[in-house]
């Protein structure tokens, strides 16, 4: 998933190509958009701030009325083929104005990250890609009724493998598709039986290994915590700290002093 704030009103032509994706705008403003194939086949959505629309890849052109912002969330092909399981396509036509809970909930969380300077990585963002192409399938998309739904989940060995990539990739950024390639899946197909095997996403899976790692670490004598961070895959010191409370309900810190206070022999690392 590519993420991007566009601003129209600002440019001389404030039209916009979009041929190769298709994309997700929330709204940052108050506005008006004219949508449509051609210039010669606009028509007027208006907007209030926060509300989601849906432009499918055939929308050529669209532009706004007076200054507008908007936060882009552009869904590749590849994900919602992925995600239909081949077997289904998003139904075409423009669907401005979506009122969807799930897919809210998503470009919530995206935007949240980015205010945050992405600080997850590259497996986040595969993931809400993922689901929210799911979401867009299930709403619009047009399946095979014969089609049976997956059973079960991933077996011993493959959830194995799974655990022994992460082990070794600690301290460096995973994706969904690499995860997925180790164990011969595709993305979605992985991410749906990997959440029926364990009741957790591939992202989840990956902060808890790499807090349990962490806990692992502090109770290593003199060790820093942003030595810790960087070594269990964190890009800075404050996501670490922020996962490991929500995971564990302490900081670092505190877990940190509280198994080094029954020896005060130990001086722990400033």
Same mark, same amino acid.
């Given at each position: 998933?590519? #993420? &991007? #704030?566009? #601003?129209?009103?600002?440019?001389? $032509?404030p +039209?916009?190509?979009?041929h190769?994706?298709?994309?997700?705008?929330?709204?940052m403003? %108050?506005? &008006?958009?004219?949508?449509?194939p051609?210039?010669?086949?606009? =028509?007027?959505? *208006?907007? @209030?701030?926060?509300?989601?629309?849906?432009?499918?890849?055939? *929308?050529?052109?669209?532009?706004?009325?007076?200054?507008q912002?908007?936060?882009?969330?552009?869904?590749? $092909?590849?994900?919602?083929?992925?995600?239909?399981?081949?077997?289904?396509?998003?139904?075409?036509?423009?669907?401005?104005?979506?009122?969807? &809970?799930r897919?809210? &909930?998503?470009?919530?969380?995206?935007?949240?990250?980015r205010?945050?300077?992405f600080p997850?990585?590259r497996l986040?963002?595969d993931?809400?890609?993922?689901a929210?192409?799911?979401?867009?399938?299930?709403? +619009?998309?047009? =399946?095979?009724?014969?089609? @049976?739904?997956?059973?079960?989940?991933?077996?011993?060995a493959?959830?194995?493998?799974?655990?022994?990539?992460? %082990?070794a990739? !600690?301290?460096?950024?995973?994706?969904?598709? /690499? !995860?997925a390639q180790s164990?011969?899946?595709?993305?979605?197909?992985f991410?749906?039986?990997?959440?029926?095997?364990?009741g957790?996403?591939? %992202?989840?899976?990956v902060?808890?290994?790499?807090? /349990?790692?962490g806990?692992?670490?502090?109770? *290593?004598?003199?060790? =820093?915590i942003?030595?810790?961070?960087?070594?269990?895959?964190?890009?800075? @010191?404050? %996501?670490?700290?922020?996962v490991f409370?929500?995971?564990?309900? *302490?900081?670092?810190?505190? +877990?940190?002093?509280?198994?080094?206070?029954?020896?005060?022999?130990?001086?722990?690392?400033?």
């Amino acid at each position: 998933m590519r #993420v &991007a #704030v566009d #601003v129209l009103g600002s440019v001389k $032509d404030p +039209y916009m190509q979009v041929h190769d994706e298709h994309v997700l705008a929330m709204m940052m403003r %108050h506005g &008006a958009i004219e949508v449509g194939p051609r210039r010669a086949a606009m =028509r007027r959505v *208006t907007f @209030q701030a926060g509300e989601i629309g849906f432009f499918p890849r055939h *929308t050529e052109r669209w532009v706004g009325a007076g200054d507008q912002e908007r936060l882009l969330f552009r869904i590749s $092909d590849a994900a919602l083929v992925a995600a239909s399981d081949g077997i289904g396509t998003l139904v075409e036509g423009h669907r401005c104005k979506m009122v969807d &809970a799930r897919l809210a &909930a998503l470009i919530a969380a995206v935007n949240a990250e980015r205010i945050a300077g992405f600080p997850s990585g590259r497996l986040f963002l595969d993931s809400v890609e993922q689901a929210a192409a799911a979401a867009l399938i299930d709403a +619009y998309g047009g =399946r095979s009724l014969s089609v @049976q739904p997956f059973r079960g989940g991933l077996g011993p060995a493959r959830l194995r493998t799974i655990t022994e990539l992460v %082990h070794a990739n !600690m301290e460096d950024e995973l994706t969904l598709v /690499e !995860m997925a390639q180790s164990v011969d899946m595709s993305p979605p197909h992985f991410a749906r039986m990997f959440r029926k095997s364990t009741g957790e996403t591939p %992202h989840q899976f990956v902060l808890r290994n790499r807090i /349990e790692r962490g806990k692992e670490m502090l109770c *290593t004598p003199r060790v =820093r915590i942003l030595d810790v961070a960087v070594a269990c895959g964190f890009k800075t @010191q404050q %996501h670490f700290a922020r996962v490991f409370r929500r995971l564990c309900g *302490t900081s670092p810190r505190e +877990y940190q002093l509280e198994r080094w206070s029954s020896d005060p022999s130990e001086q722990l690392p400033q």
